[in-house]
């Protein structure tokens, strides 16, 4: 079975710069979930879908962050304009359901803005 | 106080002998609980869940739930160089259903 996806591994943009991250999740689960990790922390959840729909983005800067899932699988993750403080790795968790069976995690796109 | 505790470390150990990393919480409605295991410049990989008071094992790890003292714990017996990693706490929050981090436990276990 293949794993979650995330695509590119990492990015190096100059601020203002826009940037999108993509994500596989794995086959049949319907809950889908953005992080994004600073170096020395837990992750921090940005939104969470449950098939196409946002159901807790309450953590998402929408001023410069959007996100989308069309047909409830595939999602992409954008920030424009970054700043450097947006420079972190961010993951994609995927799961079935989001009562606690435990997210795997794909392996992440370290973005770095300079 | 943070809804997810756990001590930064390091929490530094011989190899063989017994890791202990603790985790708190302050929901008092909270049923699901992780640890997960994330190598330097790696993801997070779930290595352990417990929902019931008590211990669960699985192979060298063991989980501990107390949770009228709302702690759980996570024990590495017999342990490894390969167990050096930063180990995560997370719980499932009793309403709304996110996982609620803590800031990791970075554990070196030394030949």
């Known amino acids: 079975e293949a794993g979650v996806v995330q695509s590119p591994r990492y990015k190096i943009i100059e601020k203002k710069q826009p940037v999108a991250f993509w994500c596989n999740p794995i086959?049949?689960?319907?809950?889908l979930y953005w992080y994004r990790q600073n170096l020395g922390q837990g992750p921090e959840l940005l939104i969470r879908?449950?098939?196409?729909?946002?159901?807790?983005d309450s953590q998402l800067p929408k001023d410069r962050f959007s996100a989308e899932r069309l047909k409830g699988v595939d999602s992409t993750l954008k920030i424009q304009p970054a700043e450097l403080g947006d420079s972190a790795v961010y993951l994609c968790?995927?799961?079935?359901?989001?009562?606690?069976?435990?997210?795997?995690f794909g392996s992440g796109t370290r973005l770095t803005v300079v | 106080q943070k809804e997810v505790e756990q001590n930064s470390g390091p929490l530094s150990v011989p190899e063989g002998a017994i890791a202990s990393l603790n985790c708190t919480y302050s929901?008092?409605?909270?049923?699901?609980f992780f640890w997960y295991r994330q190598y330097s410049g790696k993801s997070p990989e779930l290595i352990m869940s417990?929902?019931s008071n008590g211990d669960k094992e699985d192979g060298r790890f063991t989980a501990q739930l107390n949770k009228a003292s709302q702690y759980v714990s996570l024990l590495i017996r017999d342990s490894q160089p390969s167990d050096s990693a930063t180990y995560l706490c997370?719980?499932?929050?009793?309403?709304?259903?996110?996982?609620?981090w803590g800031l990791g436990t970075s554990l070196a276990v030394n030949p």
């Open positions: 417990i929902y």
């Open positions: 997370a719980v499932l929050a009793g309403n709304n259903r996110k996982l609620i």
């Open positions: 879908y449950e098939n196409e729909e946002a159901v807790d």
């Open positions: 929901d008092r409605g909270s049923q699901s």
């Open positions: 086959s049949g689960h319907n809950t």
């Open positions: 968790a995927s799961s079935i359901g989001g009562t606690g069976s435990g997210y795997t």
